[in-house]
């Protein structure tokens, strides 16, 4: 069996970049606190890394306007569905979105591995002590391995076991570092679990993004490189839009993505780094966030 865990420690990665240079709700807390506990030292090394970059080549500075980039446009999708809907978000790490969103829907779950989700909980305790907004009844975590379809089984009997549900399933950052077959594994689960549990459902991600010629600059490469060491897994990427568009359909979905671009007005980071904000609209307009719905 695959052992996932080590993909886990990205998410600290994520946390301090989004510490370090955007404004997202409870970026900052959440990384002082995990600061604490495990010492990251080299992770905000990595993200200073990233940005001196930048300067001279803007599209090495492209994970940094991703990670809020992705966030902001998961939450945009978000609001066209808040009220009578529950969210499932996979793979959470220490995405603040749990914090933010469980008092706008019906039950908030955050899932990960259970080692992460120990982590989290801590981080939750603390976080959640100043902002009110944990513990609560409606924002929850539940242990999953996304790819054992007996864990989704168990957050069904769980959760959503009475009456059929709306549900939507939300992850950022967890395809990117899985195979093709392990992609559909994901598709697979998530298609069945919806069409099991919930009266409605819907699958959002911006984990489907695309790397055409020339987009991987040497520091993109770089970077990718030492991630991929650190988890012991290579990144997986799509080539197009057409080939993610079949993948979902192949797998029972109906979906539609649109451009990031929506949410550039919105990013914090553009400012921090001092980037020029004509170049890096080209690149934001090339990430997408996907919304499919089981058919």
Known sequence: ???????????????????????????????GVVKQMVKPRSYGRMASYISR?????????????????????????LRE???NWSIVEVASGLSARGLEWSKN????????????LK???????????????????HHKLFPLNAMEYLDWESLGSE???GEKMNIVVVHEGLASYLSQAEKDTLRDNIHRFLVTYASN??????????????????????????????????????????Q??????????????YSSSIVFNQLSCLKRLDLDRGRIFKIVSTFKTWIARPV
């Open 159 to 161: 959760f959503f076991g």
């Open 201 to 242: 459902g819907l699958w959002i991600t911006p984990d489907f993004y695309t790397y055409g010629k020339g987009q991987k600059t040497p520091m993109i490469s770089f970077i990718n490189s030492r991630i991929e060491s650190r988890t012991g897994r290579k990144y997986h990427h799509f080539a197009s839009d057409e």
């Open 81 to 83: 569905v808040v009220g």
């Open 53 to 77: 970059f930048g300067k001279y080549f803007p599209r090495s500075t492209s994970r940094i306007v991703f990670l809020e980039a992705r966030y902001l446009a998961v939450n945009s999708a």
């Open 105 to 116: 829907c019906q039950l908030y779950i955050e899932t990960d591995l259970p080692d992460m």
């Open 244 to 257: 993610v568009s079949a993948y979902l359909r192949q797998g029972g979905f109906d979906a539609s993505c």
């Open 119 to 137: 982590i989290k909980s801590k981080v939750l305790e603390q976080v959640g002590q100043k902002s009110g907004g944990f513990p609560d009844e």
């Open 1 to 31: 069996m695959q052992n996932y865990d080590r993909i886990s420690p990205t998410a600290i990665l994520v946390a301090a970049i989004r510490a370090k240079y955007t404004d997202l709700p409870y970026a900052r807390d959440i990384y």
